[in-house]
T-cell receptor, first 114, second 114 residues
Framework: AQSVTQLDSHVSVSEGTPVLLRCNYS??????LFWYVQHPNKGLQLLLK??????LVKGINGFEAEFKKSETSFHLTKPSAHMSDAAEYFC????????????FGTGTQLKVEL | NAGVTQTPKFRVLKTGQSMTLLCAQD?????MYWYRQDPGMGLRLIHY???????AKGEVPDGYNVSRLKKQNFLLGLESAAPSQTSVYFC?????????????FGQGTRLTVV
């Protein structure tokens, strides 16, 4: 069985400071990992995905994530937060074993303050 | 490019009423999914389909039925709505099963059962 744990339900940062959103996963298979972002009253947009080609994955809007197998982690980072980054972020693992089902973390609400 | 389209976007039902949510995708994807999103719980899989004419139960299937008569459409039905089904429903699709396959999401349907 697969699972995802997002360690913080809320994160608050000041504009211009670094962002760190933490995610740990559990998977029986070689995992496919994603980060999705959801802005208020919007659908979900893919930020980045782990392709197994490189452990450091770059996504849109300056976000990146590092896959660490030894720590079973896939933390999302950004060097400098912008007001427009305020949203809910979901860490997701894909079940390659059947149906391509996605298992979502419970989400991290990112607040960016002036 | 329409992508994944959900109708309706909003709906209020009375307890015991029935309704059908429609998901349509124009990307010729094989796999389609219905999720529900509740505060603090991320997205949970209700039902999914791995191809035309197939359906399977997800994590929280009780109280819902689905049909996939055409490849491009995936219908979610509530036969007798209950207040516990108040949620935001998301449809998603993926082209095939495989590593790092991105899911494309609709904009969501906000359902309130009173």
């Amino acid at each position: 069985a697969q699972s995802v744990t997002q360690l913080d339900s809320h994160v608050s940062v000041s504009e211009g400071t670094p962002v760190l959103l933490r995610c740990n996963y559990s998977s029986s298979y070689s995992p496919s990992l994603f980060w999705y972002v959801q802005h208020p009253n919007k659908g979900l947009q893919l930020l980045l995905k782990y392709t197994s080609a490189a452990t450091l994955v770059k996504g849109i809007n300056g976000f990146e994530a590092e896959f660490k197998k030894s720590e079973t982690s896939f933390h999302l980072t950004k060097p400098s937060a912008h007001m427009s980054d305020a949203a809910e972020y979901f860490c997701v693992v894909s079940d390659e074993g059947g149906g391509n089902k996605l298992t979502f973390g419970t989400g991290t609400q990112l607040k960016v303050e002036l | 490019n329409a992508g994944v389209t959900q109708t309706p976007k909003f709906r209020v039902l009375k307890t015991g009423q029935s309704m059908t949510l429609l998901c349509a995708q124009d990307m010729n994807h094989e796999y389609m999914y219905w999720y529900r999103q509740d505060p603090g719980m991320g997205l949970r899989l209700i039902h999914y389909s791995v191809g035309e004419g197939t359906t399977a139960k997800g994590e929280v299937p009780d109280g819902y039925n689905v049909s996939r008569l055409k490849k491009q459409n995936f219908l979610l039905g509530l036969e007798s709505a209950a207040p516990s089904q108040t949620s935001v429903y998301f449809c998603a699709s993926t082209p095939f099963a495989g590593p790092n396959t991105e899911a494309f999401f609709g904009q969501g349907t906000r359902l309130t059962v009173v």
